[in-house]
């Protein structure tokens, strides 16, 4: 186990609705990663924060939206929900500056949009 | 536009055998490479990784190669086991920058009995 965290497990909302996912990452851990994963792709990187901020985005529009807390959580929003955000959302954590890169992986929440 | 290439998409093996997965990049900016194993269900696990100045890195059964000069690096699984049957991703990373991981398309390997 990675010691990163994910919640909720599986979730399902319609068009046009808004969600929250969550994640908790390892303790000391002060930046986070969100990706999302389409069936049968890789992951593709949404953005990034380090200390609270945003410090990198990939392409994605600004529906997506995340917040890191001080106690090494953080939260992905997605607003207006698309039938192509149905995809597994994984985000990922480590120590910006420590071993090489090295991010580990929570489980993922898999969300269905219909 | 996909900055780091994979292949095959699948791949299956014999018990015993060597399963070899191969992956491309083209930014010269990337300076560590990574492979992750994915079961359903599960988020990526680090396997192994590389930066550009050796050639090959060894961890058990798990061998990276790496070829700086073609931009290409391999993940060989020696003695492939049915439990190795996964869905290995490549990727690639700047060096300490914004840290934006590029992921392959993955490879499912199955591993025959």
């Known amino acids: 186990e990675t010691g990163v965290t994910q919640s909720p497990t599986h979730l399902i909302k319609t068009r046009g609705q808004q969600v929250t996912l969550r994640c908790s990452s390892q303790s000391g851990h002060n930046t986070v990663s969100w990706y999302q994963q389409a069936l049968g792709q890789g992951p593709q990187f949404i953005f990034q924060?380090?200390?609270?901020?945003?410090?990198g985005r990939g392409n994605f529009p600004p529906r997506f939206s995340g917040l890191q807390f001080p106690n090494y959580s953080s939260e992905l929003n997605v607003n207006a929900l698309e039938l192509d955000d149905s995809a597994l959302y994984l985000c990922?954590?480590?120590?910006?500056?420590?071993?090489?890169?090295?991010?580990?992986f929570g489980p993922g929440t898999r969300l269905t949009v219909l | 536009q996909q900055q780091v290439k994979q292949s095959p998409q699948s791949l299956i093996v014999q018990k015993g055998g060597i399963s070899i997965i191969n992956c491309a990049y083209e930014n010269t900016a990337f300076d560590y490479f990574p492979w992750y194993q994915q079961f359903p269900g599960k988020g990526p696990a680090l396997l192994i990784a590389?930066?550009?100045?050796?050639s090959e890195k060894k961890e058990g059964r798990f061998t990276i190669s790496f070829n700086k000069s073609a931009k290409q690096f391999s993940l060989h699984i020696m003695d492939s086991q049915p439990g190795d049957s996964a869905t290995y991703f490549c990727?690639?990373?700047?060096?300490?920058?914004?840290?934006?991981?590029?992921f392959g398309t993955g490879t499912s390997l199955t591993v025959i009995p």
């Open positions: 990727a690639a990373s700047p060096a300490n920058t914004g840290n934006q991981f590029y």
């Open positions: 924060y380090y200390r609270e901020e945003e410090n």
């Open positions: 590389i930066r550009p100045d050796v």
């Open positions: 990922a954590s480590r120590i910006a500056g420590g071993s090489y890169n090295e991010q580990f």
